[in-house]
């Protein structure tokens, strides 16, 4: 049964890594055999996080780049590429937030989040297409959310982006499935990262999301990573263009 999940000789990049949701994914990818490629544009926490994997005795590298940047996006697939022979997989999970009731909020920010959470996810999964393409397939995870079917004040450009990124997620789905990449989604619900300090510090909205989860808590960053192991390994070699909710059942719950 171990074999169902076994990633050992596959090269996955990671966006977003260097902390939350991003790292425990990683983590849980090389503690089941794969090569993991750490980025995000803080070369000191990379260094740090790609320390721990190693002293665990997992494969681990980094790459730092801003994901807005398509040129250094194309840069960085291909020195992966040319380093270890190969890109299997992609995690599309680099994003940001901005909070601001809609009279305020500024073009610029909303251009902002759409280019980290959506536009980068586009043109990173596009150079790594065009590897996947030429060597037998590969696998593409899009970290969306809980929010984009559901909705909440203040984060229309979070919404809207993470909505666009299921709907980019099903595009190039039928697209290259033939190619033999997969591409999938994650949308987790409220997970306690850094992201969402704020909100985990504010107690009436904690208790919020606490009285709304069925399972009566918020998530732990850890708990994606059996979500990203899946959708990379053969267990999942027939999922397409679907999207893993990981919320403790809020999404369902009335």
Known sequence: MSKLFDLQGKTILVTGASRGIGFS???????????????????????????????????????VFDVTKAEDGLTAISDIVQ??????????????????????????DFE????????????????????????????????????????????PAYIAAKEGLRALTRALAVEVGQKGILVNAIAPGYIATELNLALLENKEFSDWVISKTPLGRWGNPSELGGGAVYLMSDAGGFVNGQVLAIDGGMSIQV
């Open 112 to 155: 902002h989040v759409l280019s980290t959470n959506l536009t980068s996810c586009f043109s990173l999964s596009r150079e790594a297409i065009r590897f996947m393409s030429n060597s037998g397939g590969g696998r593409i995870i899009n970290t969306v959310s809980m929010l984009g079917p559901q909705a909440r004040p203040t984060v």
């Open 25 to 63: 994914m990683a983590e849980a990818l090389a503690q089941h055999g794969a090569k993991v490629i750490l980025n995000s544009r803080d070369e000191s926490a990379l260094k740090q996080k790609v320390e721990k994997l190693k002293e665990a005795g997992w494969d681990a590298d980094y790459v």
């Open 83 to 108: 380093k270890n022979g190969s890109l299997f997989g992609l995690i599309n999970n680099a994003g940001v937030q901005h909070r601001s009731p809609i009279l305020d909020f500024t073009t610029a």
